[in-house]
């Protein structure tokens, strides 16, 4: 039933129920109506109503989910027939696509084959003729035949290339082979000649030739330059060999000899006798020495040259300003270049600290001089010298620096002044500076030495003294007073005039 009939009987429904009243008869509308029996019906037509009105949405909303499920089954019906048909269209397009798609793969197939056999007979190697018909396999007959006629022409151009290669590589080692005979045969050792022909392989004949002229000029001063060497070197050898043996000759040791010779084979002659000179005179100062050190008998190497060095063992004195009172056990060492004068004084004594002069001497002493006495014949027999030094009496001097505001103690020293008449064979002179001075009276030549009297104020007394050295260089002696060792001294000789 469609819904615009359930409606048009609703309609009539609702129109029967408000004509009709509850005995059945139609009663004329009065004024005077009762409204509690108004108001009832009103609600009963209008429940009605809403129930028809329900009855009839119902109804509607049946019938239109029964329209829709149909709609949809129909609709879904539909699809489902016209999804199988355009599968199945599908399907056979596909299998249609896929069938062309073979036979058109196997037609490429069968061109590709067909091309590489065909390129091989044309003269392609395999592995040509493969890669020709691969990229060819789709190409036209026309485009594929073009490409095979560029690859056989290329491949002809590169067997050509490569001929050509080989048969230039072939002249250039022949080439070389030649370069190289002929160096050998022009004087170049083997692997000179090798390099050169190696160098020169793929030169032009004018530049091969300039090329093995310069190697021979080259290898010719070479060779001279050797041989200038060689003769230089035996020269240079021959000349050590002559120093060595004038050094050896000269008296030098062995080991001097080789090193001299060594260090002068290339000095001129002048240089070389300069240097060996220069040695023999070290030698001899050295050997002068040696023997200088053995006469003298002692160790002097901490005694400084022309200085007089006190070491004292015991001491105890009283000093009252110039007055020193002292008792004392020292030694007083004065080195000289050819001789050393050593006085052991042991003892009391009384003597003024500032001028040397003794009071007072209870000690014991000794002097002893040793050293390099002078031969007798070679003590000078001409002219005169005056030889000057130092002296000590083993007293000691105070003095105080008023600068540094600082006292101390030195040794005593006295200054000689000894004049040699050698054509007269006398000497005499004085030591000042140790109290008064002493008068060293003439003395004449004896042996080695002269020995005289002395005299210091009112005390006399007697000295001796030796030369020392090659020349009578120096003199050294004691002057003793009261028959013991009182005073040492020495001196260096003057230009003898």
């Given at each position: 039933m469609s819904l615009q009939k359930v409606s048009a009987l609703t309609v009539i429904a609702l129109s029967l129920a408000a004509c009709s009243s509850g005995s059945g008869s139609r009663s004329p509308l009065s004024i005077n109506s009762n409204p509690t029996v108004q108001n009832t019906q009103a609600q009963k037509a209008a429940a009605e109503k809403a129930a028809a009105e329900k009855a009839a949405a119902e109804k509607a909303a049946a019938e239109k989910a029964a329209a829709e499920k149909a709609a949809a089954e129909k609709a879904a019906a539909e699809k489902a027939a016209a999804?199988?048909?355009?599968?199945?269209?599908?399907?056979?397009?596909?299998?249609?696509?896929?069938?062309?798609?073979?036979?058109?793969?196997?037609?490429?197939?069968?061109n590709r084959a067909d091309l590489e056999q065909k390129a091989v007979a044309a003269g392609l190697n395999p592995k040509q003729a493969a890669a020709y018909a691969e990229a060819n396999k789709e190409a036209t007959e026309e485009a594929a035949k073009l490409a095979l006629d560029n690859l056989l022409k290329a491949e002809q151009e590169r067997i050509a290339a490569e001929k050509a290669e080989a048969e230039r590589l072939a002249t250039i080692e022949a080439n070389r082979a030649d370069l190289e005979q002929k160096a050998v045969a022009a004087g170049l050792n083997p692997e000179q000649a090798a390099a050169y022909a190696?160098?020169?392989?793929?030169?032009?004949?004018?530049?091969?030739?300039?090329?093995?002229?310069?190697?021979?000029?080259?290898?010719?001063?070479?060779?001279?330059?050797?041989?200038?060497?060689?003769e230089r070197l035996a020269a240079i050898e021959a000349n050590r060999a002559d120093l060595e043996q004038k050094a050896i000759q000269a008296g030098l040791s062995a080991e001097q000899a080789q090193e001299y010779a060594e260090a002068n084979k290339e000095a001129d002659e002048a240089t070389a006798d300069k240097a060996l000179n220069d040695i023999i005179a070290a030698n001899a100062a050295a050997a002068l020495q040696a023997e200088i050190d053995h006469a003298k008998g002692i160790p002097t190497a901490n005694y400084e040259v022309g200085k007089i060095t006190a070491e004292s063992?015991?001491?105890?004195?009283?000093?009252?300003?110039?007055?020193?009172?002292?008792?004392?056990?020292?030694?007083?060492?004065?080195?000289?270049?050819?001789?050393?004068?050593?006085?052991?004084?042991?003892?009391?004594?009384?003597?003024?600290?500032?001028?040397?002069?003794?009071?007072?001497?209870?000690?014991?002493?000794?002097?002893?001089?040793?050293?390099?006495?002078?031969?007798?014949?070679?003590?000078?027999?001409?002219?005169?010298?005056?030889?000057?030094?130092?002296?000590f009496n083993g007293t000691y001097q105070d003095i105080y620096d008023w600068d540094t505001r600082e006292s101390s103690t030195l040794i005593k020293e006295g200054t000689l002044s000894y004049t040699v008449n050698f054509a007269d064979r006398t000497g005499s002179g004085s030591i000042t500076g140790l109290g008064d001075e002493i008068v060293l009276n003439k003395g004449e030549i004896s042996g080695t030495g002269i020995s005289s009297s002395a005299r210091q104020s009112y005390r006399t007394g007697s000295y001796l003294l030796d030369f020392y050295g090659k020349a009578?260089?120096?003199?050294?002696?004691?002057?003793?007073?009261?028959?013991?060792?009182?005073?040492?001294?020495?001196?260096?000789?003057?230009?003898?005039?």
């Open positions: 999804e199988k048909a355009a599968a199945e269209k599908a399907a056979a397009e596909k299998a249609a696509a896929e069938k062309a798609e073979a036979e058109r793969l196997a037609a490429i197939e069968t190696e160098a020169n392989k793929e030169a032009t004949e004018e530049a091969a030739q300039l090329a093995l002229d310069g190697l021979l000029k080259a290898e010719q001063e070479r060779i001279a330059a050797e041989k200038a060497e060689a063992r015991m001491s105890s004195s009283s000093i009252i300003n110039a007055l020193t009172n002292e008792s004392r056990i020292h030694s007083v060492i004065y080195n000289l270049p050819y001789s050393i004068v050593v006085g052991d004084y042991s003892g009391y004594i009384s003597y003024n600290n500032q001028t040397g002069h003794i009071f007072t001497d209870n000690r014991t002493s000794s002097i002893d001089i040793t050293g390099l006495k002078t031969a007798v014949d070679a003590i000078p027999t001409i002219g005169s010298a005056t030889y000057t030094g130092k002296a009578a260089e120096e003199v050294a002696g004691k002057v003793l007073f009261n028959g013991k060792d009182t005073v040492g001294f020495g001196g260096t000789r003057g230009d003898i005039k």
